[in-house]
């Protein structure tokens, strides 16, 4: 049974209430910022009657369900939100290790001489630089400047390339990719299952599965390996502020690979930890803390923009002028002073700031369980962007202190 010690529950209030003898959460949307608000306005008696048809179901549902998770509608897909519970799956994958199936990310190959130059004319790093086995974090950006999803790019060898991107973006991002490339471009996502294993004992459990092999690649590496006939893609990346690895396999291996991390003591996670994790991190969520509204530059992104080449992709002329001034607000961290839950869409107290953009709104918030107080971001005007630089957030009518702090709010020993 998980409990508290009444001191400090999810909620910031320092109750002991927030979860059920079992472990579990109670089921509250607002736990989970990062669904929609439609989705976090249902009740649970209306998601119970909703159809299953209605979403994707994952490959692995059965298994997911056999684990006890909860379902939840999450872009279009029907996945886990949690399991044991959200603590429990944060604590493991911040000391241990745990296993998120994330299908539900767009995944597509590009296979063709030539591949790195199709890839560098829509994406914002210069790829063509990358060697072979290596994984790059990369930005499409609309003629404009904005950001029109954030996502992982790795190169397999000379003529291979993989893509990963945003579940929400996956029709439009593959629409894009096979404008650029043509036929060379495979779209995976329906054929196969990903699996990120996160945590201090990641590597180590994948290897006993995997083989030793695993533990040869070095961060942002990639690799294919032979597991039981199939191959296995292996990247060691992920979005949880941990080592650890990704993995995509045949969907009709997947169900093993995932039986096999179980069995080697990885425990299951659901979207909820996973969101916790990734803020603790202060890594960006595309539409909360990045969407076409706001640039790589006032992000913190910039190091995702290569200008130096000369090459011609999506964007360029407008990052090219965006790079010469400073960004009218970043993104920030900010940390509760006093217990409180921050949501996205609550309102930042800038002082006599007033920088002429509007309101400053949090484009994430949660509280944090590895330091048992609120966490957020925002794009703060830049006067106010400092460490140090106290200011307050509005949270259910009170304005409850708060302070700037460096990003990110948690890092791990390495």
Same mark, same amino acid.
């Given at each position: 049974?998980?409990?508290?010690?009444?001191?400090d529950?999810? !909620?910031?209030?320092?109750?002991?209430?927030?979860?059920?003898?079992?472990?579990?959460?109670?089921?509250?949307?607002?736990l989970?910022?990062?669904?929609?608000?439609?989705?976090?306005?249902a009740?649970?008696?209306?998601?119970?009657?909703?159809?299953?048809?209605?979403?994707r179901?994952?490959?692995?549902? !059965?298994?997911?369900?056999?684990?006890g998770?909860r379902?939840?509608?999450?872009?279009?897909?029907?996945? #886990?939100?949690? $399991?044991?519970?959200?603590? +429990?799956?944060?604590? =493991?994958?911040?000391?241990?290790?745990?296993?998120?199936?994330?299908?539900?990310?767009?995944? &597509?190959? *590009?296979?063709?001489?030539?591949?790195?130059?199709?890839?560098?004319?829509?994406?914002?790093?210069?790829?063509? +630089?990358?060697?072979?086995?290596?994984?790059?974090?990369s930005?499409?950006c609309?003629?404009?400047?904005?950001?029109?999803?954030? *996502?992982?790019?790795?190169?397999?060898?000379?003529?291979?390339?993989? /893509?990963?991107?945003?579940?929400?973006?996956?029709? #439009?991002?593959?629409?894009?990719?096979?404008?650029?490339?043509?036929?060379a471009?495979?779209?995976?996502?329906?054929?196969?299952?990903?699996? =990120? /294993?996160?945590?201090?004992?990641?590597?180590?459990?994948?290897?006993?599965?995997l083989?030793?092999e695993?533990r040869?690649?070095g961060?942002?590496?990639?690799?294919?390996?032979?597991?039981?006939?199939?191959?296995?893609?292996?990247?060691?990346?992920?979005?949880?502020?941990?080592?650890?690895?990704?993995?995509?396999?045949?969907a009709?291996?997947?169900?093993?690979?995932?039986?096999?991390?179980?069995?080697?003591?990885?425990?299951?996670c659901?979207?909820?930890?996973?969101?916790?994790?990734?803020?603790?991190?202060? %890594?960006?969520? $595309?539409?909360?803390?990045l969407?076409?509204?706001?640039? #790589?530059?006032?992000?913190?992104?910039?190091?995702?923009?290569?200008?130096?080449?000369?090459?011609d992709?999506t964007?360029?002329?407008?990052?090219a002028?965006?790079?010469?001034?400073s960004?009218?607000?970043?993104?920030?961290?900010?940390?509760?002073?006093? @217990?409180?839950? #921050?949501?996205?869409?609550?309102?930042?107290?800038?002082?006599?700031? !007033?920088?002429?953009?509007? %309101?400053v709104?949090?484009?994430?918030?949660?509280?944090?369980?590895?330091? @048992?107080?609120?966490?957020?971001?925002?794009?703060?005007? /830049?006067?106010?962007?400092?460490?140090?630089?106290?200011?307050?957030?509005?949270?259910?009518?009170?304005?409850?202190?708060?302070? &700037?702090?460096?990003?990110?709010?948690?890092r791990?020993? !390495?």
């Open positions: 049974m998980l409990t508290t010690n009444g001191t529950g999810l !909620d910031g209030t320092g109750s002991n209430n927030w979860h059920d003898e079992s472990g579990r959460y109670p089921f509250r949307w607002s989970f910022p990062f669904v929609s608000s439609e989705s976090r306005n009740s649970r008696e209306r998601y119970a009657r909703m159809s299953s048809e209605a979403l179901p994952l490959p692995l549902r !059965d298994r997911h369900l056999a684990a998770a379902m939840s509608p999450f872009a279009g897909w029907e996945m #886990p939100l949690q $399991y044991t519970g959200i603590l +429990a799956e944060h604590a =493991a994958v911040r000391s241990d290790a745990g296993i998120f199936d994330v299908t539900h990310m767009g995944r &597509v190959r *590009v296979e063709a001489a030539g591949a790195a130059a199709r890839i560098r004319s829509i994406t914002t790093y210069d790829v063509t +630089a990358m060697r072979a086995g290596r994984a790059h974090y930005l499409y609309t003629p404009e400047g904005g950001i029109a999803d954030d *996502v992982m790019v790795y190169r397999l060898d000379d003529t291979r390339w993989l /893509i990963v991107h945003n579940a929400d973006n996956a029709e #439009p991002d593959a629409a894009r990719v096979r404008a650029a490339a043509g036929t471009m495979r779209d995976i996502g329906g054929e196969t299952v990903m699996l =990120a /294993i996160q945590g201090p004992r990641a590597l180590d459990l994948l290897a006993g599965v083989g030793d695993v040869a690649l961060q942002r590496r990639c690799a294919e390996l032979t597991w039981r006939g199939t191959s296995v893609f292996v990247g060691r990346t992920g979005y949880t502020g941990e080592d650890g690895a990704e993995c995509v396999i045949d009709a291996t997947g169900g093993a690979l995932w039986d096999a991390c179980l069995a080697a003591g990885a425990m299951p659901g979207l909820g930890a996973r969101d916790t994790l990734r803020l603790e991190a202060a %890594l960006p969520l $595309y539409g909360h803390d969407s076409p509204e706001t640039d #790589p530059y006032g992000a913190g992104l910039g190091w995702t923009v290569t200008l130096e080449d000369n090459a992709f964007g360029r002329a407008a990052l002028a965006l790079a010469t001034r960004p009218a607000r970043r993104l920030s961290c900010l940390r509760l002073l006093e @217990r409180g839950v #921050p949501r996205a869409g609550y309102v930042v107290l800038t002082g006599d700031v !007033d920088d002429g953009h509007g %309101l709104t949090l484009t994430s918030g949660v509280f944090s369980p590895t330091l @048992r107080i609120g966490i957020a971001m925002a794009y703060l005007p /830049i006067a106010v962007s400092e460490p140090g630089t106290r200011l307050a957030i509005t949270i259910h009518g009170r304005d409850v202190p708060a302070e &700037v702090v460096p990003r990110p709010f948690y791990r020993d !390495d």
